[in-house]
Each structure stands twice: as C-alpha cells, then as structure tokens.
C-alpha cells in the first residue's frame, strides 16, 4: 500500500452512503436549531407528553434504527 | 425493620457479591499482562455490552442526570444525542482501534498514537491526558458512592468514610481479577442499575402522581417551565446543547478506560453490534430520570443539593426494601465505572511509564503486581481528592470528558487513512494548544459566545494540529503502509488485498 490511501472520511459503498446520509440527515433533527426552534413548543403535546420529549424520542430511536440497518447490511 | 438498616444491609450484600466474583476470576486469572489488563483480548458481545453501558453510565446516571432535569427541565433529554452518537462512534471507530490492538499488540491508547506518530512525546503526552482526566472522573464516581451510602445510612455511614468503604471495594476486586473482575462485576452492575432505575422511577411516578402521563401534566400545570427550551436557569443553549453532545460523547470514548475495552473485543463485528445496540440502553435509561428529575421538582420543590432528588424521593414515598434494591443499583452505577477508571489509569501508568521508562525487560508477574500497586496509590489518591464536596456531578464530567475531547485529532489521524496525515508535531501542538484553550474556556472565561468550552478547545487544537502538520514531517511511509495498511485491510477486506 505504497501508493495514497483513498480517503475513510467518505463512505464506498451503497450502503454506507445510504446510511450516512440517513444518520447525518436524522441527527441534524436532534440538534439545533431544529430542536429550539420546531421542537420547542410548549404547547404542542402528543401522547401525553410534550412535543420535544416525544420528537426527540422518535429521532433517537429512528438513529438507532439506521445503526440497525447498517449492520444488518454489513456496512 | 427501619429502611435505612434495610438499605444499608443490600448495599453491603451487594459489595460482598462483587468481592466474592473478584476471586473466582482471580482464580480463572493467567498471570500475564494481556490477561489482567485486556481480558485475553475475548471478550464476547453480551459481557462486552454490559461492560460498555454500566461503565458509560455512572454516578451521573442515577444522581446527576435526575437533578440535571430537577434544575434544568427537559433540556437534559438532549442526553440522547451523546449516548446515539456514542454508539455511532463506536460503530465507525470500535473495529479500527481493535485491528490495530491486535496487530500491533498495543494495550493502553498511548501505544496506539506513540506507534503511528513514532514519538515517545506523544506516548507521554497522552498518558499524561488520560491519567489526569480520567482522575476527575474517579472523584466524580467515589463523591457519587459517598453520597449513596450517606443517604441511605441516613447520615449514619459519614460521606468520607461511604467513599472510603466503597474505594476500597473496587480496588480489592480489581486488584485480585484485574480486567476479567471487573467485566464479571459489569455484567451485574449494568443489569441491575438500569432494572433499578425504571422500577423506582415508575413506582414514584405511580405512587405520586397515579402514572407518568399524569407527572407530565402535573410538571405542565406546576412547573412550565422546565418544559422548553433553553430551561428556567437559561442553560440548554444552542452552544451548550452541541457542546455536551460532542464532549459527552467522543469526549467520553476518547478516555482510556472506554477506548481499551475496544481492544479486548473478540472481534470486529461483535463491536460493530456493539455500537448498533449500545444507544438502546444508553438512552432510555434517562426516560427514567426525567421522570424522576421533573416529577421531584413538582413533588419536592426546593432541594438544596438537586442531585440527591431520586434517593430523597425514595426514602420519602417508596418501600424500605424497594428502597434498598435501588440504593445498591446505583452504587453499582457508580462502582461499575470507578473500577473501569482504576483499571485503565493502572493499565496506562504500567505500560506506559513503568514498563515503558523505568523496568522495560521483567516478568508478565512483576507487571501485574506493580499493577496492584498503583491501583492501591489510585485508591488513596482518588479518596483524597474525593473528599471535597460538588454539587453537580454533571459538570465535573463535563470538565473529564472535555480533556479527552482533544485526543480526538490525533486518533482520528491514525484510524482514518487520509492522502494527508497528522504529524508528530502538529498533533504535540495542538493538543498542548488545544489544553490551553479548554483552561480560558472552561475555569477563565466559561463557555463564551454561549458556546461549550470543549468545543473553543477542540477548533484550536483541530486547527493548530492542521497547520503544523502542514509544515512539518509525517511519520514514515512504513508506518504509514502497516498502519494504514491494516485500517484499510479490516474496513474494505475485498479491495485491499
């Protein structure tokens, strides 16, 4: 492996596009501003509980889905 | 039978268990070092997970996290973005740093960075990062036991002799089995810990309030506002919420004690599994505290010390014997990473300073006892140090993480090939930038422009270490070649050969 090595920052495969841009896309959702600006409101409750808690659960556990995923295809 | 004697009772059968476990692997024990300090590099998925979570989650998970929500309201549910990215990390980074260990045999994170940048000053730089912010951390962990064992002696079992008692529990069977003990220990401290948190936490929002949709709307109807965003105290900032996700996160992984139990997997892919399922357990173990943390504002107002809401709650409202299982759940928290952080402050000042620069050729026996050895310095030091009082555990591990934060420029150097790669001396620059800048940031001037110090730090190391890279050499193409060479090998096997 005398030669430059192809980068390990972007992804080779199908999969690993797939599954990076899905982490990537989802856990933008999780961050600000999204979570202070959309999420943040007081007033919207679903299930019982307040949109933030319940829409950040939903973002986590769709993250960990994509974990799953990625496995699951031998990314 | 009065519950702080019940408590007490389960807490202490609880440590007779662990040191009972700390000699059975003792005697399963071979003495060498890959032994007592890795595992023998086989450690299977189920054990492996359980090590992770229990050592992930601390003193903090069952203390600092409630008061967090308790002072702060529902901004700490941020907490799920570092434990999802924990398991992303670990994914990406867990099977890179496992090749090279088992390539190259290294054995603490120092060996890893010294090979690859071919520089003792890097081995003793990172050394140096890794004892001295992971020493926090075992104040945190022993400050939290203190805490655990005087509430539930009710004020009987002082906090300094609690810290003492439990100290010492950790560092005998860490001592007797090295790594095995304390992976055994794991596997009870992760189960128990995150049964005891759910069954105490939904008996109180039961008992209190008639079920945790009803806290939710009492928290509404009492307490708005711990219910948005950034919190009553104006905490959870956009800064702040970025800044603890990333030095809670990579700051976490980056210290010793999580980056060696890659090492001691029995392969890649059960690491790759690993970082897939790990965020199950991370994160919803805070559902929990937020309804601790947020039901105990409305149902205990007024707490002078926030931390102590869930044991207060408990002692309060629920059943002695309850009361007691939960109490010893979270000692385990807090043991369960103590003993992690004693192992790898060991594991680091045997391999890398002892073995390293001071005995190079003895026996696999003489290292294990000196192994012993330090971890019974650690136990005195660390119990010196703990005797101070914080009222905030989360903010020293914000501090330990944030320290370990700067590692991550010259690890992601070494196990992300890159036609441009880190040298020696950017990487010695930017980290000693980088511990500067977290100095002004984090105890001169906190957090400015809103934005988390470990973040100020990890932009200047990150920049520093890119310039003088830029100017300077890089490690030679042969150990670049081997290095890179085996990254490339174990992530693309069908288009390295």
Redesign the interface.
């Known amino acids: 492996m005398s030669q430059q090595p192809r980068s390990h920052f972007v992804p080779r495969t199908r999969e690993g596009r797939i599954a990076t841009a899905g982490f990537v896309v989802l856990f933008l959702l999780a961050m600000p501003p999204f979570t202070h600006v959309i999420l943040d409101q007081p007033d919207v409750w679903i299930g019982g509980a307040p949109l933030l808690f319940r829409g950040l659960l939903a973002i986590y556990a769709a993250l960990i889905g994509v974990l799953l995923w990625a496995w699951n295809k031998g990314v | 039978m009065e519950p702080w004697v019940v408590a007490t009772s389960l807490i202490f059968a609880y440590l007779l268990a662990t040191i009972v476990l700390g000699v059975i692997a003792n005697q399963r024990m071979s003495v060498d070092m890959e032994d007592f300090l890795l595992y023998g590099r086989k450690a299977g998925f189920v054990v492996l997970y359980l090590t992770v979570v229990a050592t992930f989650h601390s003193a903090f998970a069952f203390l600092g996290s409630g008061g967090f929500f308790y002072t702060h309201g529902?901004g700490f549910?941020?907490a799920?973005?570092w434990?999802?990215?924990v398991?992303?990390v670990t994914?990406v980074l867990g099977p890179r740093i496992w090749a090279l260990g088992k390539a190259n045999g290294y054995i603490t994170p120092a060996d890893m960075l010294a090979d690859f940048y071919e520089s003792e000053a890097v081995r003793v730089a990172v050394a140096i990062v890794s004892v001295v912010f992971t020493i926090l951390y075992i104040q945190v962990q022993a400050q939290g036991l203190g805490y655990i064992i005087n509430i539930a002696s009710g004020d009987r079992i002082s906090f300094e002799l609690g810290t003492l008692i439990l100290l010492v529990v950790a560092a005998a069977y860490l001592m007797a089995g090295g790594l095995r003990a304390v992976y055994w220990t794991d596997v009870i401290q992760g189960v128990w810990m995150y049964i005891a948190v759910w069954v105490g936490a939904m008996y109180l929002a039961y008992d209190l309030f008639g079920g945790?949709?009803q806290l939710?709307?009492e928290v509404?109807a009492q307490r708005?506002d711990l219910?948005?965003?950034?919190g009553p105290e104006g905490f959870f900032t956009?800064g702040m919420?970025?800044g603890m996700?990333i030095t809670l996160s990579f700051g976490i992984i980056f210290q010793p004690h999580m980056m060696i139990r890659y090492y001691t997997a029995v392969d890649a892919k059960t690491l790759?599994?690993l970082?897939?399922?790990t965020?199950?357990y991370l994160?919803t173990l805070y559902?929990p505290a937020?309804l601790v943390g947020l039901g105990g504002a409305v149902a205990m107002p007024g707490l002078d010390v926030p931390d102590r809401i869930f044991p207060e709650l408990l002692f309060a409202h629920a059943p002695p014997i309850l009361t007691g299982v939960i109490l010893a759940g979270a000692t385990a928290a807090a043991m369960s990473t103590l003993d992690s952080i004693l192992h790898a402050n060991m594991s680091v000042l045997t391999r890398d300073v002892y073995q390293r620069y001071m005995a190079p050729d003895r026996e696999q026996s003489h290292y294990v006892w000196v192994g012993r050895g330090i971890v019974a310095a650690l136990l005195v030091v660390g119990y010196f140090l703990s005797v101070r009082t914080f009222d905030f555990l989360v903010v020293l591990v914000t501090l330990s993480g944030s320290g370990a934060l700067q590692l991550m420029p010259a690890i992601l150097g070494v196990?992300?090939?890159?036609?441009r790669t880190l040298t020696r001396a950017g990487v010695l620059a930017g980290l000693g930038v980088g511990l500067g800048v977290l100095y002004v940031t984090l105890v001169v001037m906190p957090h400015p422009l809103g934005l988390h110090g470990g973040i100020w730090a990890l932009l200047f190391n990150t920049a520093v270490a890119l310039g003088v890279s830029a100017v300077t050499d890089p490690p030679s193409?042969a150990t670049?070649?081997r290095i890179?060479?085996e990254?490339?090998r174990q992530?693309?096997p069908e288009?390295?050969s």
């Open positions: 529902i549910w941020a799920g973005t434990t999802v990215l398991g992303a994914y945790p949709l939710w709307a509404r708005p219910l948005s965003l950034p956009p919420w970025l996700t790759k599994l970082g897939a399922t965020p199950i994160m559902v937020a196990c992300f090939p890159t036609q193409q670049r070649d890179h060479g990254v490339e992530i693309y288009t390295s």
